[in-house]
T-cell receptor, first 113, second 112 residues
Framework: KQEVTQIPAALSVPEGENLVLNCSFT??????LQWFRQDPGKGLTSLLL?????REQTSGRLNASLDKSSGRSTLYIAASQPGDSATYLC????????????FGKGTRLSVIA | EAQVTQNPRYLITVTGKKLTVTCSQN?????MSWYRQDPGLGLRQIYY???????DKGDVPEGYKVSRKEKRNFPLILESPSPNQTSLYFC???????????FGQGTRLTVV
């Protein structure tokens, strides 16, 4: 059964720092991997989608990489801002079964002004 | 605007009183699903639908029902809610297996 792990569970950084969030998954048979942002008590906002055949995707200050063979993805945030404070969730879509997305438990990011 | 809409956003109810949480998407997506999110447990899938009249159980289906009579709607039904169903619920949709997932804003349900 696919499992997704995110490390660290929480991270606090000063404004302006570049940072990396990590995501690992146990089964490399995936269609894609998606990074989401969730503000407290709110819905999930899709940040980046990486197909299994891709190595990375970029959107503004965000860059996500995927190493499917090793079961790892990273989300790089450049020049962090207080508005980036949120929980970041990683999810994979497995090839097998009917489970559309398997989520990690997230990394709670605080960017201090 | 492409979106997934859930209603209500907040609901407090009593044990045993049937309720329905509605979910609608305007993107003509084939796939829809329901998740619940609990502290320390993350997001867990409740039910899943690949198309009209096709539904499958997810990881935590006990105590829930769904229906998919139209492509755009996927309501979640709690026939006899219990306090352990107090949670934050999300509906999601995708066009296909290999495409981006879109989520609703969530429904915070409290069962007393």
């Amino acid at each position: 059964k696919q499992e997704v792990t995110q490390i660290p569970a929480a991270l606090s950084v000063p404004e302006g720092e570049n940072l990396v969030l990590n995501c690992s998954f146990t089964d490399s048979a995936i269609y894609n991997l998606q990074w989401f942002r969730q503000d407290p008590g709110k819905g999930l906002t899709s940040l980046l989608l990486i197909q299994s055949s891709q190595r990375e995707q970029t959107s503004g200050r965000l860059n996500a990489s995927l190493d499917k063979s090793s079961g790892r993805s990273t989300l790089y945030i450049a020049a962090s801002q207080p508005g980036d404070s949120a929980t970041y969730l990683c999810a994979v879509r497995p090839h097998s079964g009917n489970t559309p997305l398997v989520f990690g438990k997230g990394t709670r990011l605080s960017v201090i002004a | 605007e492409a979106q997934v809409t859930q209603n209500p956003r907040y609901l407090i109810t009593v044990t045993g009183k049937k309720l329905t949480v509605t979910c609608s998407q305007n993107m003509n997506h084939e796939y829809m699903s329901w998740y619940r999110q609990d502290p320390g447990l993350g997001l867990r899938q409740i039910y899943y639908s690949m198309n009209v009249e096709v539904t499958d159980k997810g990881d935590v289906p006990e105590g829930y029902k769904v229906s998919r009579k139209e492509k755009r709607n996927f309501p979640l039904i709690l026939e006899s809610p219990s306090p352990n169903q107090t949670s934050l619920y999300f509906c999601a949709s995708t066009r296909g297996e290999n495409t981006e997932a879109f989520f609703g804003q969530g429904t915070r349900l409290t069962v007393v």
